[in-house]
Nanobody, 125 residues
C-alpha cells in the first residue's frame, strides 16, 4: 500500500490549495481516505474523510464550509481542496487509508494503518 500527498506550498491568507493523494496497492474504491494535518507543537488533527464510494463524510469544525474532497477512480487519487485559507491552516497534511476503519459523518478514526508522506502547507497573513 502506497500513498503520496502533494500539492502543498505557500499561499496567502484567503487563497486556496488543492492537495492530491496518489495511491496504489489496495482497492481504491473499497476504502476510505482520511486527510490529517499536524502543526508544530500540536496534536495531529483529522481534517476530512472521503468514503469508499467517494463521498465527503467527516469534516473538522476548523475547516467546515471551506473544504471539498473527492476521489478520481481512474487515477486512484484523492483530493482535498481548502478554500479561504487561514494562517492557522499552516501544517503538514497527510493522507491515510485502512482496509477496516471507516468514517462517518461525525466520526473519523485516527488509527488508519497506511500513511503517506506529508505535504507542507504554509499560509501567510
Amino acid at each position: 500500500v502506497q500513498l503520496q500527498a502533494s500539492g502543498g506550498g505557500t499561499v496567502q491568507s484567503g487563497g486556496s490549495l488543492r492537495l492530491s493523494c496518489a495511491t496504489s496497492g489496495f482497492g481504491f474504491t473499497g476504502q476510505s481516505i482520511g486527510w490529517f494535518r499536524q502543526s508544530p507543537g500540536k496534536e495531529r488533527e483529522g481534517v476530512a474523510c472521503i468514503s469508499a464510494s467517494g463521498n465527503l463524510m467527516y469534516v473538522a469544525d476548523s475547516v467546515k464550509g471551506r473544504v471539498t474532497a473527492s476521489k478520481e477512480i481512474a487515477k486512484t487519487t484523492a483530493y482535498l481542496q481548502i478554500d479561504n485559507l487561514k494562517p492557522e491552516d499552516t501544517a503538514v497534511y497527510y493522507c491515510a487509508t485502512d482496509p477496516v476503519l471507516w468514517c462517518g459523518n461525525t466520526y473519523m478514526p485516527s488509527g488508519f494503518g497506511s500513511w503517506g508522506q506529508g505535504t507542507l502547507v504554509t499560509v501567510s497573513s
